[in-house]
């Protein structure tokens, strides 16, 4: 899918948890935590519970979440 910068409006807020995430507010996606890039939560897939913080893929997470 394929979103523009006028998306944004439609972003969603999520609590991160172990095993998933609870949307407290509805919108078709989130902004990547460490790019900005927009992801449709149907292919949200990486996450840090800690930082409250969602990652487009698993190498970026891997990055972000380095000691």
């Given amino acids: 899918m394929l979103m523009t910068s006028n998306d944004r409006g439609n972003e969603?807020?999520?609590?991160?948890?172990?095993n998933g995430f609870r949307v407290l507010?509805?919108?078709?996606?989130v902004v990547c935590g460490a790019?900005?890039?927009?992801?449709?939560?149907?292919?949200?897939?990486?996450?840090s519970v800690v930082h409250q913080e969602p990652y487009a893929t698993?190498?970026?997470a891997t990055e972000r979440l380095k000691p």
Avoid: Q, V
């Fill in 12 to 18: 969603a807020k999520l609590h991160y948890g172990p």
């Fill in 25 to 29: 507010r509805p919108g078709s996606h």
């Fill in 35 to 47: 790019t900005g890039e927009l992801i449709p939560l149907a292919e949200l897939r990486y996450w």
């Fill in 58 to 60: 698993a190498d970026i």
